[in-house]
Every structure is written in structure tokens, then in C-alpha cells.
């Protein structure tokens, strides 16, 4: 389960077909090591997010962790364990289908592991809080925009992505209506429907072009002082290339 939701994790993540695309496009050659670390330290971090929850609520309840060491104990550990017994006999006790005379070991290697189920657990969330710890620290001191600026930077983020999905969905809708219209001779909109397509007139469709440069990976940059905050804003600032210039000063920070 824990692969699984790592998997769904790296597909469900935005920068994963970032990546994709940029490779695709633009080749990998305007990366540079510590951008390329970070992208992947991006995408692998946050897609630990779910199966470490899951190991740690795992780890916590302690059942699957019996049940997949539960054989491993050794029956020498445990006072008076019969002879004739074996690893064949504790691997059954999850299950509850031990004879017996064997209910009080039973009680015994379940207590035991978990209580190292819960141990190893206490110590993951504390392994992975230092770990989160540290790398907020590293992050905010090696960024090069202050705490307040970094707040815009994902504010901004965060609308601009809102605004171009509803923005995007009412253009297709708007150049829908339009093309089905053409081919029918009209089109059966509801009230809604109508008002927007006469409060916005959609006269044509984005070259791919358009669309090639506001797709990828994009870290940030700055343009004669002034910041980039986004492959939209760059475009629409008239912005060419994705390296470095002497006006456009790659600062290696991923927008995150």
C-alpha cells in the first residue's frame, strides 16, 4: 500500500508533468544540479507525504506489523515455549489458530511486537518531523526572497492558478457554444450560459506556441530587478528564454 500511494503520490503531482513537458519542449539543458534537486526533492517529498502516513498509522496499530513478524520470534525468548513448536505455530497467532495450551505465549508475542510497532512509529514521526524541520530551515536560508515576498510568491501562485482554470473553462465553453452554433445554426444555452458569451466575446483560440511557453517547470527568476513569478508572468511580460541573461538572473528556487 505504502508504494502504491507513493506511486499516486508522483501522478498526482503537478510538477511531475512539468517535468515531462519541459524535457519534452525544452531538453533538460537549462537546468542546472541544484534546480534539478530540487525539483525531484519537490516531487518525491511531497509524494512521501501519504505513505508515511499510512506506515506511521500502520505502525501505530501495531496489526500488520505482528502479523508479518509474529514467525520471527524466536521461541527460545519466551519462558517455557514447548519444543515441539515452531515458526510454523507463532506465524499463525494474528490469526488466532494456535492450540490451546499456547493462548498465554499467544498474549505474550502480541504484546511484545506491539510494542515495537509502536516504538518503531513514535520514532518515524519524530525521524520525519526533524527532517521537516531541517528542511524548512535549509529552505527559507538559502532562498533569495524574504518571508513576506515568498508569501506573495505563493498567493500568487495560488490565484493565478484559480483564475486560468475558471477563466480556461468559461473560454471553452464561450468557443464551444460558438462552434456548435456554426454547425447547427444555433445553440441551446441556459441563461448563465448566455450572459457569458455575450460579456465575453471569444474572437479565437491560443497558438501552441502561447501554450508551450507557459508550460513547464519554472523556477524563479528575476528581470532586470524586478521578479518573475510564474511562466504566465514571464510570457506576459515578453520575456524570452529560460536561462540566464545578464537581465534575467536565474535565483535557483522552485516554485514549490
Not at 503537478?14 to 526533492?41: D, I, P
Not at 490451546?100 to 511486537?113: H, I, Q, S, W, Y
Not at 513547464?216 to 511562466?231: A, D, H, M, Q, T
Request: glycine share 6%.
Amino acid at each position: 500500500p505504502a508504494l502504491a500511494l507513493f506511486l499516486i503520490g508522483v501522478i498526482w503531482n503537478n510538477h511531475t508533468w512539468n517535468l515531462v513537458a519541459e524535457c519534452h519542449k525544452r531538453g533538460t539543458k537549462n537546468f542546472s544540479a541544484a534546480a534539478t534537486f530540487l525539483l525531484f526533492g519537490s516531487i518525491m517529498g511531497r509524494a512521501s507525504v501519504a505513505p508515511i502516513t499510512w506506515s506511521v498509522i500502520s505502525l501505530l496499530r501495531g496489526e500488520a506489523y505482528i502479523c508479518a513478524l509474529s514467525e520471527f520470534v524466536k521461541p527460545s525468548s519466551l519462558d517455557k515455549f514447548p519444543a515441539e513448536y515452531g515458526a510454523e505455530v507463532l506465524a499463525k497467532i494474528p490469526c488466532r489458530d494456535v492450540p490451546a495450551n499456547l493462548t498465554k505465549f499467544r498474549d505474550e508475542v502480541t504484546r511484545r511486537l506491539r510494542y515495537e510497532s509502536q516504538l518503531f512509529g513514535w520514532l518515524l514521526i519524530g525521524i520525519v518531523a526533524v527532517l521537516i524541520f531541517l528542511t524548512k530551515c535549509l529552505k527559507h536560508c538559502c532562498s533569495p526572497l524574504s518571508y513576506r515576498q515568498e508569501a506573495y510568491w505563493a498567493q500568487y501562485r495560488s490565484n493565478e492558478d484559480k483564475l486560468f482554470r475558471r477563466t480556461a473553462e468559461v473560454h471553452s465553453r464561450i468557443l464551444a457554444a460558438k462552434n456548435v452554433k456554426q454547425f447547427f445554426g444555433f445553440v441551446a444555452l441556459d441563461k448563465e450560459e448566455k450572459e457569458l458569451v455575450q460579456e465575453f466575446p471569444v474572437e479565437g483560440v491560443q497558438p501552441s506556441p502561447q501554450w508551450n511557453a507557459i508550460t513547464g517547470v519554472y523556477i524563479y527568476r528575476e528581470n532586470k530587478g524586478f521578479p518573475l513569478y510564474s511562466r504566465l508572468h514571464k510570457w506576459a511580460k515578453g520575456v524570452e528564454g529560460n536561462g540566464p541573461t545578464p537581465e534575467g538572473h536565474e535565483l535557483l528556487f522552485l516554485a514549490s
